[in-house]
C-alpha cells in the first residue's frame, strides 16, 4: 500500500542553525498534510498543517514546503534551539477519512 | 483548556490480564482516535469515533481488543486477555469536526505486559 516515509530518521543540528526536516508520499491524492512534534514521554503535538492548493505555508520559526510534484513535504525550523530536540512526524490524509503517520526523525539540537 | 486526558499514565500488567485504557477527549470534538505506537511499526491508528459512533475499526488487531464511548466526554479501549506484544504506548486524540482536522493527543498510556 501507498504510505509516508521520511528520508532520515536521525538529524543532528547545532544551536542557532536552521533544520530542514524530509518527507516524501507516494498518494497523490493526499489532500493534507500535517507536521507533529513528539517529545520524550509526551504525546504528538501539532507544529503546522499545510492542504494541498497551497505550496508553503509560514508559522513562528516554522516553515512547511510542499512540493506536489515530486510529493515531498518538508519541515523547515529557524534557529534551531534546544528545546526544538524531538522526533518529528509527518501525516497526510490517506487512506480518505484517516491520518497515516510518518516513521518519524529525530531532531537533536548540539550545543 | 485541559486539553486530552488519558489514565492510567503507566500500567504494568502479567500476561492473560484484562487492561482497560480510559480517555476524556477535548470538550466539543466530535471524533476520537485511539492510536498505538510502538518502535517497529510507529504510530498505527486502532480506531476512531464520529459523535461517540465507531467509524472505522480496521485497525484492531484482534479480537482481543475492543473500544466503546459511551458519551461524549468518554473512551475506553479494553485488551483482554493481554499479551507481552501488546506492550506499547497507547495514545487517545480528539478533533473537532472533521476528521482531517487537527488532531490533539492525550500525553498516552505506557503498557506494559510481562
Known amino acids: 500500500g501507498e504510505s509516508v516515509g521520511l528520508h532520515l530518521p536521525t538529524l543532528s543540528v547545532q544551536e542557532g542553525d536552521n533544520s530542514i526536516i524530509n518527507c516524501a508520499y507516494s498518494n497523490s491524492a493526499s489532500d493534507y498534510f500535517i507536521w507533529y512534534k513528539q517529545e520524550s514521554g509526551k504525546g504528538p503535538q501539532f507544529i503546522i498543517d499545510?492542504?494541498?492548493?497551497?505550496d508553503k505555508r509560514q508559522g513562528q520559526r516554522v516553515t512547511v514546503l510542499l512540493n506536489k510534484t515530486v510529493k515531498h513535504l518538508s519541515l523547515q525550523i529557524a534557529a534551531t534551539q534546544p528545546g526544538d530536540s524531538a522526533v518529528y512526524f509527518c501525516a497526510e490524509n490517506s487512506p480518505p477519512g484517516q491520518l497515516t503517520f510518518g516513521s518519524g526523525t529525530q531532531l537533536t539540537v548540539l550545543p | 483548556d485541559a486539553g486530552v486526558i488519558q489514565s492510567p499514565r503507566h500500567e504494568v500488567t502479567e500476561m492473560g490480564q484484562e487492561v482497560t485504557l480510559r480517555c476524556k477527549p477535548i470538550s466539543g470534538h466530535d471524533y476520537l482516535f485511539w492510536y498505538r505506537q510502538t518502535m517497529m511499526r510507529g504510530l498505527e491508528l486502532l480506531i476512531y469515533f464520529n459523535n461517540n459512533v465507531p467509524i472505522d475499526d480496521s485497525g484492531m488487531p484482534e479480537d482481543r481488543f475492543s473500544a466503546k464511548m459511551p458519551n461524549a466526554s468518554f473512551s475506553t479501549l479494553k485488551i483482554q486477555p493481554s499479551e507481552p506484544r501488546d506492550s506499547a504506548v497507547y495514545f487517545c486524540?480528539?478533533?473537532?469536526?472533521?476528521?482531517?482536522?487537527?488532531?490533539?493527543f492525550g500525553p498516552g498510556t505506557r503498557l506494559t505486559v510481562l
Open positions: 486524540a480528539s478533533s473537532l469536526n472533521r476528521v482531517t482536522d487537527t488532531q490533539y
Open positions: 499545510i492542504r494541498s492548493n497551497m
